[in-house]
C-alpha cells in the first residue's frame, strides 16, 4: 500500500500542475496559442516540410497561415510515407524519434499511417493527466480502486524498420511506469490476445474478482459488448473464477496463461457471490460484480450517444464522463463536467484553427483562430500537432457551445458529411463507391448507381444497403450483400474490427420502392439548383434515413467478417 499510495501522490501533483497550467492557458487563449504553434514550427524548421514551407522565416500565426496550405492526409502522405522508410527528417527536426504510427482508417483502402512523435505522446499523457484531475475533483472514490482501461495493441503491424504501428493507447499503456501500473485491472499483455470473443472473457476473468471503480474506454459499443458477454458466458466465467485459470475453449497463447497464471489463482469467495447473485437476478451484469464502480469515462457525442441508455441498464446509475474528441492526430477537448460530451479546447498541446460551415466545400477555406469563433455556430476542426500534422482538415464537425473563460467549448456533432460512424469505423462514401464497383465487376454486373448504404440503429447497429426494386435481379441479392460486406471489411480496417468483435452486425439489403427512392431528398439537396445536377448519394450518414422506405424485401449477410 506504502508504494500504491506513493504513486497516487504523485500523479496527482503532476495532474494538479498540468491542470493549473491549463487554466492559465484558457485565461490568456491568444498569447498561448502561439507559442504552441511556434514551439512546434521551430522544433520541426529543418525538415524538408518545414524548409519547403519556409519555417525558419515564420514568427507569427499569419505567417504561418500564409506559407502552409489547409489540407487532408493525401498532401502529407508522401512525406509520411518517406518516414515510414525511416527517414524522420522529412516531417521532423534533428532528433524527433518517432516512437510508433497510429492506424486509422482513411478515405481510400489503405489506412492512414500517423507518426507518434515522443513529444506527441508527451502531450497526450499531459492532455489525460488534465482530464483525469477534473474528474478527480468530482468522483474522488473512482481514484480509489482499480482503473480498466481497455484499449487496443499498439502493434498491429511493424514497419521494415520495426517501428510499431497500432493504437496510440495501447502504446501509452505498455510505456507507463510499474507503480503506475498498479492501479490499472489489466496488464497490457492482455492485448495481445487477437480473437475479438477471447480477449473481452478473458478481460471479464481477470477484471470480475477486483475492485473497479474507474473504467475509461473510448467506445461505449466496448462495454455494452463486454456487458453482454458478461452474462452470456456467466456460468462459464464463474468456473473458472472458482477452480482458476482460463477455460481451454478460450483462444489464449500459452504463453499468456502461464504469465497472467497469478493473477487466474481461484477466488472461490468471489465465484460464491457471483453465482448467487446469478441465482437471484437470473442474469449478471456490471452492476453486480463492479459494485464499487464510480464513473465511466467514454465518449458521449454524435451517434454513439445512442448507447448511453444501455449503459444505464447494465452498470446502473453510474456517472458517466466524456473523455474528450480524441482522434490518432491528437486531442482537441478535454471535457471538465459529466453533463454532455462539450469541453475546452486541448489548447496547451496543439494550434487550432476553424473553418465556418458554410466554407467547407472550398479548396482553401478561410479559417478562423479559436478567438474569433461564435457561441451556435458550427465548424470544422483543423490542427497542428507534433505528429506532422499542418492545418490539417481532420473533417470532425463541432459546435462551439461555450467558452471556459477565453476558450471555446466544443461539442462534437458528426464526421464530414460523407462519412457514417456508428461504433467508431468512420465508413466513407469512397470506401462504399469503390467497394460496391468491384462487386459489379465480379458478379459481371453493370456499373449502375442504385445501391445507397445508411446506418441503422439496432442491437447491434448495422449498415443496410437500400436496392430499389427491379434495378436487380433477386438471384444476385444474396452475392450483392456478401461482396459488399467483404469489400467494406477488406478496405476499411476499423470496420472489420467492428464486425469481427460483434460491435456491428452484418449489414442488410433491403429492397424499397424504386418511386420512394426517385424522390427521396438526400443530405446533399440544399445546394442542387435543378433536378439535372442531382448526384447519386452512396453512403447517406444521417441514421434516420432508412426510416423513409418501407421494405418490400429485407436479407441478411450470412456470411461472417473476412
Request: proline share 6%; with cysteine; hydrophobic share 35%.
Amino acid at each position: 500500500m506504502f508504494w500504491r499510495d506513493l504513486a497516487s501522490a504523485l500523479v496527482l501533483w503532476r495532474a494538479h500542475t498540468y491542470f493549473g497550467r491549463f487554466l492559465a492557458g484558457a485565461r490568456d487563449l491568444q498569447r498561448v496559442q502561439e507559442k504552441v504553434l511556434l514551439t512546434k514550427v521551430r522544433r520541426n524548421a529543418q525538415s524538408d516540410f518545414g524548409r519547403r514551407h519556409h519555417f525558419p522565416g515564420i514568427d507569427s500565426v499569419e505567417e504561418f497561415r500564409r506559407r502552409v496550405p489547409v489540407s487532408r492526409y493525401e498532401y502529407l502522405e508522401p512525406y509520411i510515407n518517406r518516414v515510414w522508410q525511416g527517414e524522420t527528417t522529412a516531417l521532423f527536426g534533428p532528433g524527433e524519434e518517432v516512437e510508433m504510427f497510429a492506424l486509422t482508417s482513411g478515405t481510400t483502402d489503405t489506412p492512414k499511417r500517423i507518426p507518434v512523435t515522443r513529444s506527441f505522446l508527451e502531450e497526450y499523457r499531459r492532455g489525460w493527466l488534465i482530464w483525469g484531475w477534473g474528474a478527480y475533483r468530482s468522483h474522488r472514490l473512482a481514484f480509489a480502486g482499480d482503473l480498466l482501461n481497455v484499449v487496443s495493441r499498439p502493434d498491429e503491424q511493424r514497419t521494415s524498420l520495426g517501428v510499431p504501428c497500432g493504437a496510440v493507447s495501447g502504446l501509452m499503456s505498455q510505456m507507463q511506469p510499474w507503480v503506475v501500473r498498479g492501479f490499472y485491472a489489466l496488464p497490457s499483455l492482455v492485448n495481445c490476445v487477437e480473437e475479438a470473443e477471447s480477449k473481452y472473457y478473458l478481460i471479464l476473468r481477470l477484471t470480475m474478482p477486483r475492485s473497479v471503480t474507474l473504467c475509461c474506454t473510448p467506445n461505449p459499443s466496448t462495454l455494452v459488448r463486454l456487458s453482454e458477454m458478461g452474462n452470456q458466458c456467466a456460468r462459464e466465467l464463474i468456473q473458472d473464477i472458482e477452480r482458476g485459470g482460463v477455460s481451454p475453449r478460450r483462444a489464449i497463447p500459452d504463453g499468456l496463461r502461464e504469465q497472467l497464471a497469478r493473477r487466474l489463482r481461484p477466488r472461490r469467495r468471489v465465484a460464491r457471490r457471483l453465482a448467487e447473485l446469478l441465482e437471484r437476478n437470473g442474469r449478471l451484469l456490471p452492476r453486480d460484480y463492479w459494485p464499487n464502480l464510480e464513473l465511466l469515462g467514454i465518449w458521449k457525442g454524435g451517434t454513439v450517444s445512442l448507447y448511453l441508455s444501455q449503459l444505464v441498464e447494465a452498470f446502473g446509475p453510474v456517472a458517466t464522463r466524456d473523455i474528450g474528441l480524441i482522434a490518432s492526430e491528437g486531442r482537441m477537448s478535454i471535457p471538465l463536467s459529466d453533463e454532455g460530451s462539450a469541453g475546452p479546447l486541448d489548447l496547451l498541446h496543439q494550434f487550432f484553427e476553424f473553418i465556418p460551415e458554410e466554407e467547407a466545400d472550398r479548396e482553401q477555406p478561410e479559417t478562423l483562430l479559436p478567438h474569433e469563433v461564435e457561441i451556435g455556430r458550427r465548424y470544422y476542426v483543423v490542427l497542428t500537432t507534433s505528429g506532422g500534422c499542418y492545418r490539417y482538415n481532420i473533417m470532425d464537425q463541432v459546435e462551439v457551445v461555450d467558452r471556459y473563460h477565453e476558450a471555446p467549448v466544443i461539442e462534437f456533432l458528426n464526421k464530414g458529411e460523407h462519412v457514417s460512424s456508428l461504433t467508431g469505423e468512420k465508413l466513407t462514401e469512397n470506401q462504399v463507391v469503390r467497394a460496391l464497383r468491384r462487386v459489379k465487376e465480379a458478379l459481371g454486373l453493370p456499373p449502375t448507381e442504385e445501391v445507397t448504404v445508411t446506418p441503422v440503429w439496432d442491437d447491434p447497429p448495422y449498415y443496410a444497403a437500400l436496392l430499389p426494386e427491379g434495378s436487380l435481379g433477386a438471384e444476385c441479392w444474396p452475392a450483392l450483400l456478401v461482396g459488399l460486406e467483404r469489400e467494406l471489411c477488406a478496405s476499411n480496417m476499423e470496420y472489420a474490427q467492428k464486425r469481427k468483435s460483434g460491435r456491428l452486425g452484418p449489414p442488410r439489403l433491403r429492397v424499397v420502392s424504386a418511386t420512394e427512392a426517385a424522390s427521396a431528398p438526400s443530405q446533399r439537396d440544399g445546394r442542387l439548383r435543378s433536378a439535372e445536377q442531382r448526384k447519386h448519394v452512396f453512403l447517406v450518414a444521417d441514421i434516420d434515413y432508412h426510416k423513409r422506405f418501407a421494405a418490400l424485401h429485407e436479407i441478411t449477410c450470412v456470411a461472417g467478417s473476412q
